[in-house]
């Protein structure tokens, strides 16, 4: 059994917990509220700025310049894909947030910041590795089993995109090199980094659809 395949049965409550969101079951269903959508737009525009950083400090402790590439490339594309919702989603609805993070996305950028600049490279690996699987996963489910015609389409489309999976395949590659090489310290920091960063996808998705806020 690779190590991503304990890495998903370890974190597959939480993944299940994010499918049965009222998020993501409104998205598929294609009755989710407008205001929320965009709630969700403006915060991942926000995360993709901060993952794209975390990424580019993670390759900059890889173990091979192979690896610096890969990291380097992923941070390049978050940056495309943060700059085309400015572009393309932020104009069609007319999204014109400042209000900054909400506290689920400032706990999650700032997880993912720490972990990348401060933590082993295979721990941030494991870290950042729930932005390209579960992601993906959650976008296909949703892709698969979606009301049509939906509201939310081209989301949708762009979820189940086949350029994402060549990332998420890679990250997938370079975490299981890691950790046929690591200790069984290294891998259980792994693990915890992985269920941590698995749990703040939930907490994003809960945030939007809250539409969250600072309580004080």
Sequence with gaps: ????????????????NILAHPFNQEMQNGTLPIEKFKFYIYQDSLYLADFAKALATAGTRAN?????????LFAQN???????LHE???QEYAIDFESGKAPGCFAYTNYLLTASAFESFEVAVAALLPCFWIYKKVGDHIYANQTTPNPYQNWIDAYAGEEFAVSVNKALDICNTLAEQASEITRQKMTEAYLTASKLEYIFWDSA????????
């Design 1 to 16: 059994m690779k190590f991503t395949d304990h890495l998903w049965n370890a974190a597959l409550p939480v993944y299940d």
């Design 64 to 72: 091979s310049s192979q690896q610096l590439l890969d990291f380097l």
């Design 78 to 84: 978050a940056i495309i894909v943060e700059r085309v």
């Design 88 to 90: 393309s989603y932020f």
């Design 209 to 216: 659809y809250r539409l969250e806020t600072w309580p004080v």
